[in-house]
């Protein structure tokens, strides 16, 4: 079994890729559509602005790739950060941009009304875990779990939401819909906890 | 509202062994410098102990080689899964991609900073504010005034550390590095007047260190300092300071801060 890391050429990989190499996964980086093809799992990670990462997913051929096989082939796929962003219908970061649309979801920005609180969140907060997940197996119900953003995906339709916390009003940190699993969180930068989630994620068979 | 965070600070320097290699030291007031060993290594122990994040700067004065530096990260990186701060000698753009490449999550400047404030804000427009972090390294002077210094605390300029983290939040910094360099590996406690002047007046969260010797100088950071988080060389190097003793008597002091379970 091979998990494929969706390289689009921004951010950083290499942390993600030691996180699946250090539980004993078969990773490959994918730097092309095609490179999809000789993957079993889809990771599609991400840090920076939500345009730049759509505009050269859309450019690289990525967006067509991930359809056929996230959507139509079912292959298990996990968006960290901005890759579960980028799922969103669209997004209104530095403007309005279409997503890859697989979630009924805007993605906008934390509007906490309490000035103490800063804009980006970064560092441990608690987050409220569905547990009864396979993805969350093992985990408490309560986690803290790292994360550095300015905008979230706010969902339609909160049946796919399976974790959120609190930032004087309620962030998704993880949504999850058929073979489809994202996080708001650093899986890969939370210790213990965020391993244990990406290892759930190595041995789930949606 | 984020969790009040503690991280190790892991200085390096070459070996005065081997001058290939970069190891962990310690110092006091930036000088008398102790090689305490490797840094890849204590970097696990300080993961199995539950640190929040880990910060490395190279502190050598002659090696600013950033491969070197970025070589360790690497190493670090593929065993370490937290966030990972690093700096010493990070001069240019370049920098900042050789670094981020090799694991880093932030970057931290200092001299480079006080040089040419507009590279505060170019890092900032390229990589994101929530990656660079501005180091201030500063010292009460003969004058009794409070100075930012440069160079590994080797030169004294004219600003004043708290009108300086000012000028950074506005170029775009996204966190501050303060370091005391009269109460470095003193033990004796952090500068509290100075970490709470600045934590205060910019709306970006601010780590302090230099000083801690106790459980109850971290908690003196957070409740009084009003920081966001403390970092600590010396303490924590020495190996019978733990850090979940440490967290505890923290959270117990009143701090909302990550339990490690």
Known sequence: MTIGIVDYGMGNLLSVYSAFDYLGAQVKICTTPDDLNAVDKIVIPGVGAFKDCISRIDMNGFHEALDEHTRQKGKPTMGICLGMQVMAQKSFEGGEFHGLGWFDAEVIRLHPKNRDLHIPNIGWNEVLLNTSIPLFKGMPQKADLYLVHSFYMSCQSKTDIVAEYYYNHAVTAAVLKDNVFATQFHPEKSQDLGLRIIDNFITWNP | ?261
Request: one cysteine or more; charged letters at 20%; glycine letters at 8%.
């Open chain 2, 1 to 261: 509202m984020a969790r009040k965070r503690l991280i190790p600070k892991l200085q390096l320097m070459t070996s005065s062994y081997r001058t290939d290699k970069m190891v962990l030291v310690i110092t006091r007031q930036f000088h008398d410098v102790t090689e305490i060993g490797d840094a890849v290594s204590q970097s696990k122990i300080y993961q199995d102990q539950g640190a929040d994040e880990l910060i490395f700067i190279n502190i050598d004065r002659e090696n600013k080689n950033i491969r070197m530096l970025a070589e360790i990260i690497h190493k670090v990186s593929e065993e370490i899964f937290m966030p990972i701060t690093v700096g010493g000698g990070v001069s240019d753009e370049e920098h900042f991609r050789i670094l981020l490449a090799n694991g880093a999550d932030k970057i931290s400047m200092n001299t480079a900073a006080v040089s040419d404030p507009s590279f505060i804000s170019l890092a900032s427009a390229k990589y994101g504010a929530q990656c660079v972090v501005i180091s201030i390294d500063y010292k009460l002077n003969a004058q009794g005034q409070y100075r930012v210094c440069t160079r590994n605390g080797t030169e004294e300029t004219n600003l004043h550390p708290v009108e300086w983290a000012i000028e950074c939040e506005k170029r775009g910094a996204g966190e501050l590095l303060l370091s005391s360099i009269s109460h470095d590996g003193m033990r004796d406690g952090l500068d509290i007047t100075l970490t709470k002047q600045i934590a205060d007046a910019v709306g970006i969260p601010v780590i302090t260190s230099g000083g801690c010797g106790l459980a109850q100088h971290f908690a003196e950071g957070y409740l009084y300092g009003h920081a966001h988080a403390v970092a600590a060389g010396t303490f924590f190097a020495h190996r019978d300071q733990n850090f979940m003793q440490t967290r505890s008597q923290i959270k117990n002091a009143g701090v909302d801060i990550r339990v490690y379970t």
